[in-house]
């Protein structure tokens, strides 16, 4: 299973960014998908998740974030508005994936994508 993050890049204090993250290779089930971000000298951190049922967002991103995700495409995104300076970090997508029905679940990484927010 491969996961490919992309969407990020350098935008201005109050812009948007759209992150996109897709899961290839043998998969028979997708549970969990979400988003976690590690700035600079930080650890990583949760930012957002999403399964299917329900979906949940830290609280220093909740109402500017919103994560969601494409089941036919196996993609979860990340929609960031009014992106503020302490946002900038490298976000990475985790995935909890079956690849076949007789193996069991394994979460995935993908690469990492940059967002940079300029003050």
């Known amino acids: 299973v491969q996961l490919q993050a992309s969407g990020g890049g350098l935008v201005q204090a109050g812009g948007s960014l759209r992150l996109s993250c897709v899961a290839s290779?043998?998969?028979?089930?997708?549970?969990?998908m979400g988003w976690y971000r590690q700035a600079a000298g930080k650890e990583r951190e949760f930012v957002a998740g999403?399964?299917?049922?329900?979906?949940g967002h830290a609280p220093s991103v909740k109402g500017r974030f919103t994560i969601s995700r494409d089941n036919a495409a196996n993609t979860v995104y990340l929609q960031m508005n009014s992106l503020k300076p302490e946002d900038t970090a490298v976000y990475y997508c985790?995935?909890?994936?079956?690849?076949?029905?007789?193996?069991?679940?394994?979460?995935?990484w993908g690469q990492g994508t940059l967002v940079t927010v300029s003050s």
């Open positions: 290779g043998t998969i028979f089930r997708i549970s969990a």
């Open positions: 999403i399964s299917d049922s329900k979906r």
């Open positions: 985790n995935v909890d994936v079956q690849p076949t029905t007789d193996r069991a679940y394994s979460s995935y």
